[in-house]
């Protein structure tokens, strides 16, 4: 059964697919650069959503759902890739992450509620702030 995709969610891959833009300049994974497209009627088509959202520990973790070491914008080839190679997922997440990463193992056996307000109040700032770069 596929996990429904909220508000919440739509928010969080924005983010997470703007800072791979910022950091990266496209794709986490294979680098490969994302470039605003002008489309023929003169509007932007913007490089980040080119990309898509991938998450590491899948999203019916309600505990790292949002979690933004958890998300990662990569290409559809990567993401195809990843999906189908799940042992290279994790050895490519540990590299990304370095030092997050047990930390992130850790933060998925949260028990608790969300608290979805900050959690909005958090990614809106963090979009604001990818914006301004």
């Not at 997470?16 to 650069?33: K, N, S, W």
């Not at 605003?36 to 990309?51: C, F, R, T, V």
């Not at 973790?61 to 799940?86: F, Q, S």
Request: with cysteine.
């Amino acid at each position: 059964m596929r996990v429904k995709i909220d508000p919440l969610d739509r928010l969080a891959s924005e983010c997470v697919r703007r800072r791979a833009i910022v950091i990266d300049g496209g794709c986490q994974r294979c680098l490969t650069p994302k470039y605003d497209i002008e489309k023929e009627d003169g509007s932007i088509y913007p490089a980040w959503k080119q990309l898509q959202t991938s998450h590491f520990i899948g999203r019916s973790n309600k505990a790292v759902r949002y979690d933004l070491d958890n998300l990662v914008g990569i290409c559809a080839g990567c993401h195809i890739y990843l999906t189908a190679h799940p042992l290279e997922h994790v050895e490519w997440f540990k590299q990304h992450l370095g030092d997050r990463f047990e930390m992130l193992q850790g933060r998925q056996h949260q028990t608790g509620k969300v608290d979805r307000n900050a959690i909005y109040l958090y990614l809106k700032e963090q979009i604001r702030i990818l914006s301004e770069l």
